[in-house]
Every structure is written in C-alpha cells, then in structure tokens.
C-alpha cells in the first residue's frame, strides 16, 4: 500500500472553476469600488473590500492547486502540498484585517454621517448579488468541498454574498426612508459574520501548519481500536498523526506477538487504518517486546555519549 494510492490530486476542474470565479470576481470588485466611492456607500466598499480578498484567495487558490500538482522531489519528499494550507491561512488572516478596517471606518461614520446615493448604490449591489452567486455556484459544483482552498475561496464568497444582501438593504432603506447610518450598520453586521467564518479558517490552517493531529482523528480510540480489532496487536504507541494538503500521514510503534507472517499483519494493520481512518500513508515500527522508555530507543547524542562513556 503506498501513499500514491491515496494522495488526493487536485482535479483539472478545480483550476478551471477557481480561474472562472477569480475573473468574475476581480471585475465585480472594480466595479464595486469605483461605485462606493462615486455613490459614498461604505456597505458598498465594504463589499468591494470582501471581493479584494476573493480576488487575493482565488488567486492563492489558483496558485496552490498548480503547485500541489508538482511531483515530489529529493529536496521536498512530500511536493508541494503543504502550499494550499499555507494559502488557507493567507486568506483568513487578510479577511480578519480587511474586516478591522470597514469595523473602524463604520465607528467613524457614526460620529460623521456621509452622504450616500442609493439608486446607483442599489444598481451594483444587484448586479455584485449576481456575480457572488455566480461565483458560488461555480466553486459549489463538483466533489471538491473537502479541498481546504475551494472551500477557503467559497468563504470569501459567501460573504460577499452577505455584503450584497446587505448593501441592497442599506440602499432600500436608504431610498425609502433617506437614514443614512443604516449603511454602517449593515456594513458592520456582514463584517461579523465573515469575521466568526474567518476566524475557524484560521484556527484550522494555524492548526494544520503546526503539524496538528487532523480534527477527526481520536488518537486514544485509533489506539484502542488497533489492539480490540487485530488480535496479534497488543500495544500500540508513540503515535504522530498530521495532514499535508488533503492527506493523512501516521507513524506508530505496534508491539506484536511475533506473527507467522509479518508482512500480512503489517498489510492487516495498513488496511484498518485506512478503511476506518482513511490513513493511507502508515510508517509503522513493529516490536515483539514492550519499549519502556518514551522515546522507544531514539537516543539523543547526549544520552549516547555517556553510554558510550559508561561503557568505556
């Protein structure tokens, strides 16, 4: 069983759907700029602010995927896969700082009302409404949800979509009734919501960086499962699981008795992890007797030393 059977390829699709939306995306944002500052809406630059970062996480998004295709190399075993996290964890933290400057500009806006246009406010928040869904949809369709950079880029989206409803009710009301800080307040309303989405993003890339263990993975249960479901298995510990791009990778040390084919048990083992943990790439170190120690004899040079010196 080898990782290579495992290993998620991005499809060609993804590419060609992220490159679709980046474009719709990129141009509605221009739009959108240019008509928050011509009409004064902040829920509109707020808006256009959200479609600067999916133009940014669309572009990573595009990025990544041509650098998770590349192959693995002497210099970097695992290729390039790590790139899409790294473009996750991007994403997030430039929605946290685009939502910090519309929160602080809105703060503003109450102390100093501005004017604002609602009929040309109104006009491209409807057709903004339209590209988000358009973009949605396009990120939506497929298998790929479980790719951490679709479903980064469909996040920034989604809150696009949300600055869209938004700007279109600030610019009903503010048509209809002539109150302006509705414009504040709804540019507010939508930066919090994306702020709670970006936030998890974060928390999850962060997370992955830091070679974390997978959030569905309970290494205790893993453990105890191991030893209930193969009978030669009667000890397993110094367990590392992490995730690079869409794969899981484990080492484990399993104490064994001594089986009479070691290499089928080994198979038995690789095939549970995948099956009920989807771990299709397993370095395991089989031992007949328990190890003691916790580092299971990975002796540090110093420890070495003064065994060499005490034997000496």
Not at 30 to 39: K, P, R, T
Not at 43 to 57: C, I
Not at 211 to 218: A, R, S
Not at 272 to 278: I, P
Request: hydrophobic share 50%; glycine share 6%.
């Amino acid at each position: 069983m080898t990782a290579a059977s495992h290993v998620h390829q991005p499809k060609d699709g993804n590419s060609k759907r992220l490159l679709a939306a980046f474009l719709v995306t990129t141009l509605f944002m221009v739009v959108e700029a240019v008509g928050g500052l011509l009409s004064g809406s902040l829920a509109l630059l707020a808006d256009a602010g959200h479609m600067l970062t999916d133009s940014a996480a669309l572009l990573v998004a595009l990025m990544a995927v041509h650098f998770s295709q590349r192959k693995p190399n002497a210099r970097h075993t695992f290729g390039y896969l790590r790139l899409t996290t790294l473009a996750a964890f991007i994403n997030a933290a430039a929605l946290l700082l685009i939502v910090i400057f519309i929160l602080w500009e809105a703060i503003r806006r109450f102390f100093e009302p501005q004017p604002v246009m609602g009929t040309p406010m109104l006009v491209i928040a409807v057709a903004g409404l339209l590209a988000n869904l358009f973009a949605f949809w396009l990120l939506h369709r497929g298998n790929e949800e479980k790719n951490i950079n679709v479903r980064a880029a469909a996040l920034h989206v989604l809150g696009d979509l949300l600055g869209s409803v938004g700007a279109i009710a600030a610019a009903i009301i503010i048509l209809t009734t002539g109150w302006t800080p509705i414009d504040p307040i709804l540019s507010v309303l939508v930066s919090c919501l994306v702020l709670r989405s970006a936030w998890r993003l974060l928390k999850e890339s962060f997370h992955e960086l830091l070679e974390g263990t997978p959030q569905e993975v309970d290494i205790n249960k893993l453990q105890k499962d191991l030893c209930l479901n193969i009978p030669e298995v009667r000890n397993i510990h110094h367990v590392h699981v992490w995730q690079i791009g869409e794969q899981k990778l484990m080492t484990l040390h399993a104490q064994v008795i001594p089986p009479h084919d070691h290499d089928g048990l080994l198979r038995r083992i690789q095939a549970y992890l995948l099956e009920h943990y989807q771990i299709g790439h397993a370095t395991i170190q089989m031992e007949y007797q328990h190890c003691d120690t916790p580092d299971c004899g990975i002796v540090s040079d110093h420890s070495h030393t003064d065994h060499l010196g005490h034997h000496h």
